[in-house]
């Protein structure tokens, strides 16, 4: 009995060892003998005791390594630190387990060495303003030099450029000259519109000035000629009137009174009323004689 116990617990030791579930996004390479047997991916395995032994775990997630910043010189003898971030994935097991001894060492110096070879072809302005082509280069080569381990490389970011502190001091001030030349530019634009605009204003405001002067100039001509056309028109209208109500002869009589006292509009020292206001000659003697007065007065006055 005791030892159907201990064969029942030894077996049941044997199978907890042998029987191995793989997680998600994870991947086991076997060996049985000491030799590659195969690799399980996600799910329930059973290895033989003492003869399959797992060798390696692997993650089949992205990785993301951010490498310590490498010395470079650019094209124009300029050191700087740049670092960088790789994201690389591993899509094949046995190749990353058997191809390179330490794979992230590996990367890790295969991008410093691709990095300066890349950066010695820039000048330093360029490698400033050049991120994505070195990126893009950093990636193709390193995805293909990774390709025999098994390892896919997705992208490569240069995380940081740091120039030298005399070269940092040097872009400040550049910065700083470009911002004050824009702040200029942008000023004396600013004056240049303003001064089209107090232009244009003053313009305006002159021609408006001038179509209201005009247009005061003709509302007046027209309100005296619509004056003198209502005078007339009342004139007429009176002469229509006596001739309709066949005045007399006192009626006209006293209608040349009234003419002649406009005529001398007070002017005049002597009027002569002539007798007989019908006669045409004697009413032109009458008007000749005012008028003879006005201009006598008219030079004593000087």
């Keep these: 009995m005791n030892f159907l116990i201990i064969l029942l617990v030894i077996i049941a030791v044997i199978v907890v060892i042998c029987v191995r579930v793989v997680p998600q996004a994870e991947a086991y390479v076997v060996e049985r003998v000491g030799s590659y047997f195969e690799t399980w991916s996600n799910g329930l395995h059973i290895k033989l005791p003492f003869i399959d032994r797992v060798a390696n775990r692997i993650t089949l997630k992205e990785i993301v390594k951010d490498f310590v910043p490498q010395p470079v010189i650019t094209k124009d003898n300029v050191t700087m630190q740049i670092d960088t971030v790789v994201y690389y994935q591993i899509t094949d097991p046995k190749l990353y387990t058997y191809g390179v001894e330490n794979p992230i060492t590996a990367i890790e110096n295969l991008t410093a060495t691709t990095l300066r070879n890349i950066i010695g072809e820039l000048e ?24 025999p381990w098994g390892i896919k490389i997705n992208r490569v970011e240069v995380k940081n450029i740091i120039p030298p502190r005399d070269i940092q001091e040097a872009m ?6 470009e911002r004050e030349r824009r702040e200029k530019i942008l000023q004396a634009e600013g004056e240049k519109k303003s001064s089209i605009l107090i232009a244009e204003g003053e313009k305006e405001s002159a021609i408006l000035r001038a179509e209201a002067s005009r247009e005061a100039q003709i509302r007046v001509a027209e309100g005296e000629a619509e004056a003198m056309l209502k005078i007339r028109q009342a004139e007429a209208e009176g002469i229509r009137l006596l001739r309709e109500a066949k005045a007399d002869k006192s009626v006209l009589a006293l209608k040349s009174f009234e003419a002649i006292g406009k005529m001398a509009d007070g002017k005049a020292t002597k009027i002569i009323v002539p007798s007989n206001l019908q006669s045409v000659a004697t009413l032109a003697t009458t008007v000749e004689e005012m008028f003879k007065d006005v201009k006598n007065d008219s030079s004593t006055t000087k």
């Design 124 to 147: 330093l302005d360029q490698t400033l303003t050049s991120r994505d082509i070195i990126n893009a280069k950093m990636r193709s080569i390193l995805d293909e030099a990774t390709d």
């Design 172 to 177: 400040e001030k550049q910065m700083r000259a």
